[in-house]
């Protein structure tokens, strides 16, 4: 973790630098050092730095997929005449273990449009999540665990 903030501090650092804070140029400063920090990642101990910033990319990503797959669906739901939903809140199993972990599919899942997560278990293995439609829960936990789950697995094992 302390990798990104290095290679964040360095990104604007080549924006100070070149004396464009544009996002072009942040992004292109931030590209650029994860080449560098990747070029020298044995030195600083810090072997798959780049494989793993691919895999939060990768993260990052299917976010956006799912909010605009999920925003749509929730807009046609919306504007259709007559408003054929069932909500609920099902229980998702969790895989992930870490605090951070569970947060950020937390956060992920209430981020997406027409789902919510409600509650954590205390021994922290269930997550509750509210769905705009939880006429099929099954298919909920699924999309989830093969999904945003996997992801944040891959990204921080």
Known sequence: MMLYAVNLLMAIVWAAVTGSASLHNLIFGFLLSTLALGVIREQINGTGYITRSLRVASLLWLFLI?????????????????????????AFPLTVTRDFEITLLANLITLTPGTLSVDVSDDRKTLYVHALDCADPESARRDIADGFERKILEAFA
Request: overall charge positive.
């Open 66 to 90: 799912e909010l605009a797959k999920s925003a749509w669906k929730v807009a046609v739901m919306v504007v259709r005449p007559r408003l054929d939903i069932k909500p609920g809140i099902f």
